[in-house]
């Protein structure tokens, strides 16, 4: 299958424009290696290639995911993630431990870690909360990638009122990480649960206010009305 990776990579290139490229680059503050493709593009060019891959094992569509992340291009990231997303059906408790090292290893920006996180791994959480505990410990890692990916594997799972506690918990150990995406990540992990629980994100806001950082606390009060997010941002006197 080495042929048919090449062939994604030759159309994704002949798929790319400078003009592309340069905007997409604006959108990150780390070093990112792109080919310039639009994300319809890279969508339809993923969909297209998984026809001829579907009926592959499992292990056999990971494998190709795997050799897409380890280009560290872009849009090769997203096409991963598109294809580890759609055999969520025959996930299996095993596949965490693919995904974690995914997070760990291939993971450079915040646009593959979302995409990652957001379908494939907040799925496999739906399908086996228990691996909850898991996500837990990734809120104390040394990289900055993995304590994003706690937050945001929850942005999905959260809408539909799953974890609540369990968000909290995580919020609490992010709570005063010194990395801005980190602290965007939780924000966007509260802002979602927002969706069923606003009260509750409410007064766990007012309880931290003096000392959440206030990247964090703009993102997840900005569903909130108007009154809650004015007196959510005041600095308690004293």
């Known amino acids: 299958m080495v042929n048919f990776i090449e062939q994604i990579r030759q159309e994704l290139l002949e798929n790319a ?20 493709v639009k994300t319809a593009i890279v ?8 026809k001829i891959i579907k009926d592959l094992p499992k292990k056999d569509i990971f494998n190709l995911c795997e050799q897409l992340w ?4 872009l849009e090769e990231s997203f096409i991963a993630c598109n294809w580890s997303y759609e055999v969520y059906k025959q996930y299996t408790q095993d596949d965490f431990f ?4 995914w997070v760990n290893e291939y993971v450079t920006n915040w646009a593959s870690c979302d995409t990652l ?3 494939t791994i907040g799925t496999f959480l739906e399908m086996y909360p228990s691996y909850i505990e898991k996500l837990k ?38 709570l005063l990480d010194t990395d801005d995406l980190v ?32 990247t964090a606390l703009r993102y997840a009060i900005e569903k909130m009305p108007k009154e809650k997010k004015l007196e959510a941002m005041k600095r308690p006197k004293g």
């Open 117 to 119: 996180c957001n379908h």
């Open 70 to 73: 380890k280009s560290g291009m």
């Open 17 to 36: 424009d400078e003009t592309t490229k340069q905007s997409g680059k604006r959108f990150f503050k780390e070093e990112v290696k792109l080919y310039g």
């Open 43 to 50: 969508t339809k060019i993923s969909k297209k290639a998984f």
């Open 137 to 174: 410990e990734w809120t104390q890692s040394k990289n900055r990638w993995v304590r994003r990916a706690s937050a945001v594997s929850l942005i999905i799972p959260t809408k539909k009122g799953l974890f609540k506690n369990d968000i909290f918990k995580i919020a609490d150990v992010l």
């Open 183 to 214: 602290q965007k990540g939780y924000g966007w992990m509260l802002k979602s649960t927002c969706n069923n629980y606003e009260e509750d994100v409410y007064r766990y806001i007012l309880s931290k206010r003096e000392i959440m950082p206030r």
């Open 98 to 101: 693919v995904f974690e090292r």
